[in-house]
């Protein structure tokens, strides 16, 4: 009995002494505590802003403000095309659209003798003298009345060529004033006017590679045997390519009429870009109304693989970027941390040297700053990459879309696509075009 008191005292004296220990901890931290808050309510230049990651002071990211900069940029250079040639394309659609209202509110009285009109003209004309309409400021017409003949809305609209192949449907207006080739094609003053006479040579002129604009960029694609329609008040005249070539802008003769053949040619500067020559679309009359080349455009799996590019390239970028972001946490973490109390300041060594060990650093439990800088250059080296290559995937993707017949008839013009990725590939028309042998010919 006397050695169960004397065991249950020694207990008792323990605990106490337990709890008494415990109070004086509880104590101490609670005075800790107050002294740290009164010392953070002191003005300190040094000290951390309250609220803060890691107790650190937020500092603003030029980095991240750079990689938004350049993102919105390169958004805004990649959907200008898209959205400049579908803002033109509507306007042109309206031109058209205001045409042939004209045109059917006309009586077949007035549309006969505006067509009568047409056919007198081209036979007056006889064989026009020419010149190339990029090189020349203002051509005059040979024949006072022409800026009248075939004006139907009278702002100049004569017609409009229709061409599915390349999904081209453009008004045609009287001259190839600037003006007029910044808002369609243009038909050259000193040629003859598109109609069913038998001895005739139009030629249509539009520019390639004009800004916001998608006019005849894309004729590269046709072939011989192509054909397209030029609508002239209720007449569908439809022509057959019969020759494709490219010449100096001083070769006009290739623009003279021929004894019994009626010719369109659509006429526009190559090679994209340099625009140096002038390659010609030549079609011969077959008759009104006729069937007209359909788009075929590139195999659907190529747009599939472009897509999965793109998908790829994405997802890349992002790999690059979560594990840059887990490198500037980890260095971030490896700073060292008055603030922190000696318990809190163990548990980030802990945890920063479970992080070195995982990021392959030094054995010693310390961080590898130079391996892990180095390796966050390449990372943004490698975001940059993926960035660029993602946005032109992209980019090739929305060309080939309308090619597929993906998305509406409106071209997106971009016809750097066609003449230098696409040619790779066989799918263009570029093999048929031939650049002349003969000197050039000068007046």
Not at 53 to 66: S, V
């Amino acid at each position: 009995m006397r050695d169960a008191a004397m065991r249950d005292a020694t207990m008792r004296a323990k605990v106490k002494e337990s709890a008494t220990a415990a109070t004086s901890v509880a104590s101490k931290a609670k005075t800790v505590a107050k002294t740290d808050t009164k010392t953070d309510t002191k003005p300190n230049a040094d000290a951390p802003m309250k609220g803060s990651e890691h107790g650190k002071a937020h500092r603003f990211d030029w980095h991240t403000l750079i990689e938004v900069v350049a993102f919105l940029v390169g958004l805004g250079i990649f959907l200008y095309p898209l959205i400049a040639s579908y803002v033109n394309y509507s306007q042109q659609s309206r031109a058209i659209d205001n045409y042939d209202a004209i045109v059917n509110r006309l009586s077949p009285a007035q549309r006969e003798k505006m067509w009568r009109d047409a056919k007198e003209y081209d036979v007056e004309l006889g064989r026009p003298h020419l010149r190339d309409p990029f090189s020349t400021s203002s051509l005059r017409a040979p024949l006072n009345r022409y800026w009248k003949t075939l004006d139907v809305d009278g702002h100049g609209m004569m017609a409009y060529v229709e061409i599915p192949k390349i999904h081209v449907e453009l008004p045609v207006y009287h001259g190839t004033s600037d003006a007029v080739l910044a808002k369609g094609t243009g038909h050259i003053a000193t040629t003859h006017l598109p109609t069913n006479n038998r001895t005739i040579h139009s030629v249509i002129a539009g520019h390639t590679g004009l800004v916001g604009h998608i006019f005849f960029d894309n004729l590269t694609q046709m072939k011989k045997g192509d054909t397209f329609q030029i609508r002239v008040l209720t007449h569908r005249l439809t022509y057959r390519v019969d020759s494709i070539t490219v010449i100096w802008p001083t070769q006009v003769q290739a623009l003279q009429p021929v004894q019994g053949k009626n010719y369109v040619t659509l006429l526009t500067c190559t090679p994209y870009g340099v625009n140096d020559h002038r390659l010609l679309v030549r079609g011969r009359y077959i008759g009104e109304a006729k069937p007209m080349t359909q788009p075929h455009g590139l195999p659907r799996w190529f747009l599939w693989l472009f897509l999965l590019m793109t998908l790829l390239c994405v997802l890349a970028e992002m790999l690059c970027r979560r594990r840059r972001n887990k490198d500037k946490r980890l260095l971030a973490d490896d700073e060292p941390d008055a603030a922190n109390s000696t318990a809190g300041a163990i548990a980030q060594a802990d945890a920063v040297s479970a992080r070195a060990d995982a990021s392959g650093s030094a054995n010693d439990g310390r961080l590898n700053k130079r391996h892990l800088r180095r390796q966050m250059r390449w990372l943004e080296f490698g975001i940059w990459v993926f960035s660029l290559a993602a946005l032109f995937f992209a980019w090739a993707s929305f060309a080939m879309m309308m090619r597929t017949g993906f998305l509406p008839a409106f071209d997106l013009g971009y016809s750097w696509f066609d003449t230098h990725i696409a040619p790779w590939f066989g799918i263009t028309g570029m093999k048929s075009l031939s650049m002349p042998l003969n000197s050039p010919i000068t007046f």
